[in-house]
């Protein structure tokens, strides 16, 4: 019910009209998949749970309310990726002809959204509405997709300005018992790390794009000069996926038909480029910069909560110690919703991110105590 869950709660926060009839379908589809499982694991005495589900499905439908459904449906789409995978894995690994047959029946549905079969074979009612709606029913599924770049921006931003600040706050923690030294070195570092981080990923993606643009400008440029020559190599690389040569043309002649899809189409199969790749420089510079700052915020938060409950009764260890159980937390909740995008159990993912945070709070706090005075 993992992944109905989150497509019920999706269509719940968009008003676009079009996306939440195919949010629902999807959610419909989800659901007879998950009724196939639960009936075959019930028929052997197992039970099944959602409570991953319910908590997935709230915090998707949380962050699509604050960071709009872009990144939220990126999420998902990864996390169904990892669902699709596993189906895939199962079909060579399970030997259990019931589970086999189930899985014949929700591949298919898995591969393409667009088909509202059950796995019953009995047609659905989403399939009844789809054949009112076909061109929604048909529309490319952009959405699906887009965005992960910046979610993972987010996740990794979050947890580098937060390592990153709790380390120079360690450091400084180790080597001065002066809580304002304290405080303005960890500022400091929170400001640096999301500069810092703003500009790498606007640097990096801009250098991307343009190299993106250039390639495409390239094509354009051998598309006017050479069209017979460019349209033989399409026809040579559908050919090529096992399309006959009849095919290869009917397809490519629709292809070059259009200046602007043929652009693309080349950039894309002749050089494995493709615009969805280059995220917008501006954005994942905002995304990166502020995700940064945000994760710096809670180790210095954190010392200063420290400080605020205990005062001037205990020395500077203790408010550091507070500030990094803070962290703790948040390394632990960070590395387990990086699992959305890693596919890696959230577990082991908030442990790793725990872990390595630790290593870097310990390691620098021992060097501020070699230079303390």
């Given at each position: ?18 996306l ?41 439908a ?6 709009g ?136 993606s ?31 690389i ?13 397809i490519?002649?629709r ?112 060097v ?6």
């Amino acid at each position: 019910m993992l992944m109905a869950g989150v497509y019920e709660a999706l269509a719940g926060t968009t008003p676009d009209a079009g996306l939440k009839h195919r949010l629902i379908s999807l959610a419909e589809t989800e659901k007879r998949h998950a009724d196939a499982w639960a009936s075959l694991m019930e028929s052997g005495g197992e039970k099944t749970g959602n409570h991953k589900a319910q908590y997935t499905a709230r915090f998707l439908a949380l962050l699509a309310r604050v960071a709009g459904i872009g990144p939220a449906l990126a999420l998902a789409g990864a996390a169904e990726g990892q669902v699709l995978r596993s189906y895939l894995n199962q079909v060579s690994t399970v030997a259990d002809e019931r589970a086999q047959g189930v899985l014949r029946k929700v591949l298919p549905e898995e591969l393409d959204h667009q088909s509202a079969e059950d796995v019953t074979g009995e047609a659905s009612e989403a399939k009844q509405v789809a054949a009112y709606d076909a061109e929604a029913a048909h529309e490319p599924e952009e959405w699906h997709g887009s965005g992960i770049e910046s979610i993972r921006n987010v996740i990794y931003g979050v947890n580098d300005g937060l390592t990153a600040t709790l380390g120079v706050l360690a450091g400084v923690g180790g080597a001065s018992v002066n809580p304002r030294v304290v405080l303005i070195g960890g500022l400091s570092a929170m400001v640096a790390s999301g500069v810092s981080m703003a500009g790498g990923a606007y640097l990096s993606s801009k250098s991307q794009r343009e190299v993106y643009e250039g390639q495409l400008a390239r094509e354009a440029a051998e598309i006017e000069a050479m069209p017979e020559l460019e349209r033989a190599e399409l026809v040579k690389i559908y050919r090529s996926k096992g399309l006959t040569p009849s095919e290869a043309e009917t397809i490519v002649g629709r292809i070059t038909s259009d200046k602007k899809v043929w652009l693309e189409t080349q950039a894309r199969e002749e050089l494995g480029l493709d615009v969805a790749l280059f995220e917008n420089p501006t954005r994942e510079g905002l995304v990166a910069g502020i995700s940064t700052l945000v994760g710096g915020v809670i180790p210095v938060a954190g010392y200063l909560l420290g400080r605020l409950l205990l005062g001037a009764f205990v020395n500077g260890f203790a408010a550091l110690a507070i500030a990094f159980v803070v962290s703790a937390i948040f390394l632990f909740g960070i590395g387990s919703a990086r699992s959305l995008v890693t596919g890696k159990g959230a577990a082991r993912s908030g442990l790793e991110m725990l872990a390595v945070g630790s290593a870097v709070a310990a390691l620098t706090y021992g060097v501020g105590l070699l230079f303390r005075a």
